[in-house]
């Protein structure tokens, strides 16, 4: 809320400079956006009176204006609004003045005539057009007659006030309302402020109870009175009530509605007037709306209205959406005479519901979602009559048509000096937290310890002791609260199993050259359903906010490739990344997700570049693999890793892939993607892994243990053979490991040959067999009756020829 | 000529031969020429028999004196000339140095994933546990068990992703506390525990904004917690995220799940609290949001509030690591450039 400090001196003597109070508020209260005037950033604004205006010669809208600014000489400025006049008092700018968007005003010529400043419209001076007068629209701002010539517009206009602009939390809807940040900055000072008074003369012949009758829901609205004010004028309000308006944002109408707007920034009570004349019967119902039913509300739209939709009614049809927006039907106009002023408090659930619906937001609904004080609402009423009758001339009829009026009893909660300190971790006493119930004005006694507490109706957000801390540590001040550290039974703080795998597999991937990235987990439907290690259904939001994040994904690897074409269009060639996460897994009958922690990588191009000395290690399958070997080595898992050939991932190249499995458990691929998809992505050849890592968790983990190191030498035998090109490497080792006797430690692959010096269809592979005794000195012997058992082996299963 | 003189004179050549040597063959050639068995030393020694035996032991021991002297010269150039030769070799070697080491592949983690850990290791110091939980949630746990029952004005401060009207991608890490709380056997001890992980909102990205964020939730649980200890808590935050220099403040604020709810703020780091376009010339930043847990979500989780009660906090790793290192885009965080991963590697 827009707070003037005119306004709030008239409620509290606060002998404070603006800036020191917008703190205060905001280390004790409410944040507080900015502390302005509306004049800030303007200069040399005065008022002048136009003692002549003449039509410029060379152009059929310019006026040339002799314009007194209290000085000996007038000025002369050409003009081109078409309401200047001759004897007005406006808004000048003189040469060297600012005005609004940091704009300078010099002498300069108009079409050959000398203009020595500006007479200025009040959107020319900040003014936004949402609050500008509607009768200035489309010209200048005419002053009283009564400013002086020469003086500044500032104070006329209420610029040079000092503006505390609040930003509330939905639970301070007290503070959307002069009386109520009154209380509040008068707790905070520990001043009591002065409410407004106001005199109530129902000098009207008729009494309100037979001019309206009521049918209200009070499920609906709780509180509805009405007042009628009759035979008044409407007319423009007087300047002062202007001022309150626009310095709080809103912009003045007329006398009827700018008193409705007045009274409800005074008491946070949004108030409606109906032309009483306007109505089709004198019968006013708070009711749902009927499916479907139609109403054309105040900006011209004509709404369908809902049947969660609260209207206020006549006997025939809805006249207003209830505290959201008035009917065009019973608006006040000119010829209005009669006024029905509404003062009534509606369900804020529903007023939020249809508000958003209709996308109305305005000054009332928000503050009937916030809450509003039931205290003040007779008060607010009267006094809107009172002002209405003052302003428009007219009469206030007697008495108030009440169409319900449920009492809000004030909360009683009570609270011990002991909590209190217990919570806040402070030593108050008992004066300390009596002085500040005190300073809020809440009634409350004490017995030395127990505080007893009468939360008045406009504080609506206190109900329970918790409330009523807050307010004692915000008002002795969180400065003032001492800071210590938790303490009592001790408790052992560690990361557990699965966390410090995932820490380390992090560690690790990095270790590998590869980044860790954060890619969105939300993504299309299409992506998520790549590169899946499993069947599931998609999870998808109901309303997304964009095409692009829809579906919660069910692999890593497609985020990886969106990051690769991200850097790959910003001319990043090698790129290597992984990313630690989770995938959303839906089997068809459930609502909710399975979330499983997968890790996965993606690389292009080379881990490190080409340099004077060194080749770039450019990644191919090998290199992927060789991250996936180390990785799953790392994890030291209990059963064996092994690879087989897939072509069961139709986003992977068929040839170039392989599952990967722990004993006998699939955890994952590695391979390249598919070049079709590499070119739908918009990316080079890129390789990548998945794998999940929730499995690689739960697998069984070998302990650690101590072996040790054989005193005895090793002996090695190396082997080369011709075998059939479909022949793997995983068979031969599997062969001379089954075949190798006690004392092989070790097969090692060392060559692989294919070309034109060999037979077609064939490849020669070559091995160094490592064989061990721990006991005792290999004889040379044995070694070689284990290795041609091998070759024996070799021969006989696969054909193959030993080179 | 006699034999000592002789001997003086094979003694004073070889010197001087020694010393004219310039590799070790040469040096090699005048040892076997002077002192093997054909030499001129033991060829003069032979000569003894016609010396006095008054002047034959002399003689005899000068003579071994010169071959000792010999010797030990020759063994003396041989050092110099391998010395010289292995400098000669060193000298060949020569490296420009300053031409760029082969580059070895380094990653590194993400600069958000940095700063959770960050606060999971100072947390873990303190006895806290690191607990996770759905990042698909119901709505029971984001929003009710939070005090935010259905139609509540706050649950418009959170835009929500709703995959179906109970289930949801959950708004805040909050909803861990409610898991935790239930989970916790408290006859074991308090509950301390952070909850760091990825949040959803629905909004539409751009530098400020992300439909996915990170947020860490702290929330200790025992039977004297204190909003001081809080105090004292986020301090420690501030200081092991951003340096001793910085302060802390706080500030009334409103979230459903905390009574009394307070925002912290910490000294501008852009203009260290003197006021700047960073902070709106306040001095301060907000930085988190925290308070002392709602009676009503300790009741939700099983929790008796009239013995138990204790703070809660939640912080944004994202708007921490924009502010700390000056990310003027949230954007980034997300895109995963290599060029923007690779710049987080300094200790500070
Ligand atoms: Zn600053």
Redesign the pocket.
Known sequence: MKVSMDWLNEYLTLDVDPQTLGEKIERTAVEVDQVYKMSDGMSKLVVGETLSVEPHPDSDHLHICQVDVGEDEPLQIVCGAPNVATGQKVIVALPGAWIAGHHKIKKSKMRGVASNGMLCALQEIGFDEKIAPKAYDEGIYILPADSENGSSVFPILGMDDDIVETDLTPNRGDMNSMNGTAWEVGAIYGKTPKMPTFSLNEDGSRKVSDLLQFSVDAALAPTYKMRVVSGVTIQDSPLWLQKRLWEAGMRPINNIVDVTNYIMLTYGQPLHAFDYDKLSSHHIHVRLADAGEHLTTLDGENRTLRDSDMVIADDKHAIAIAGTMGGLDTEIDDNTTTIAIESAIFDPIKIRKTARFFNLHSEASMRFERGVNKDDNQNALDHAAALMAELGLGQTEQGTGVGSDTPVEPAKVSVTLTRINHVLGTQLTVDQVQNIFDHLNFPTDNDGETFNVTVPARRWDIHIEADLFEEVARLYGYDNIPSTLPYGTMTPGALTFKQRIIRDSRRLLEGAGLNQAISYALTTTAKAEQFMMRDSEPTELAFPMSTDHTTARMNLISGLLDDIAYNVARKQKNVALYEQGRVFYRDGDAIRPLEVEHIAGAVTGALTKKTWHAEADTVDFYGIKGIVDLFLHDMGLSKPVHYEATQAHAQMHPGRTADIYVGDQAVGFVGQVHPEIASDYKIPDTYVFELNLQALIDAPHDQQQYEPISKFPDVTRDIAILVDQSVTNADVVALINKRGGAHLADVQLFDVYEGVHLPTGKKSLAYTLTYRDRQATLVEADVTKAFDKVTAALEKEFDAEIR | MALRERLQELHDRGLADIKKGDSLDRINEIRVQLLGKKGPITQALRGLRDVSAEERPKIGSFANQIRDELTAAIEERNQELKKAAINAKLASETLDVTLPGTPVAQGQPHVIQRIIDQLEDMFLGMGYQVVDGPEVEDDHHNFEMMNLPKDHPARDMQDTFYITPEILMRTHTSPNQARAMEAHDFSKGPLKMISPGRVYRRDTDDATHSHQFHQVEGLVIDKHVTMADLKGTLEMVAANLFGDEFDVRLRPSYFPFTEPSVEADIT????????????K???W?EVLGAGMVHPNVLKMAGVDSSVYGGFAFGLGPDRFAMLKYGVDDIRNFYLNDTRFLTQFYKRG
């Open positions: 501008c780091f852009n203009c260290m609290g003197k006021g700047c376009a960073v902070c010339n306040t001095g930043i």
